[in-house]
């Protein structure tokens, strides 16, 4: 899952061992939702994207996750970032 995420989007994975933490780096450049006008859509629907880490990584370990947006492009940022905590 991981490198083909990297590949093919060129999302940035690191794993904080101790916390049992995983950091999401979507690459760099415009919006990639396809229900994003960047003109009109708000930072907020970016919290729609928590919802897909989340059911993402719940079904690749199978267990809960606890998914954090820190950064989003809407948002002002130059990417989005996702901290998953996996329980």
Known sequence: YFA??????????????ERNVITVAVAEGPCGCPLVDPQ????????CS???QKES?????GRPVAVTL??????????CVFEVAVA
């Open 4 to 17: 083909t995420a990297t590949k093919a989007w060129g999302t940035e994975f690191t794993w904080d061992r």
């Open 57 to 61: 990584f719940e079904a690749l370990f």
């Open 70 to 79: 820190k950064e989003s492009k809407l948002g002002g940022g130059r990417r």
């Open 50 to 52: 928590v919802g897909y």
């Open 40 to 47: 009109r859509t708000p930072a907020v629907w970016c919290h």
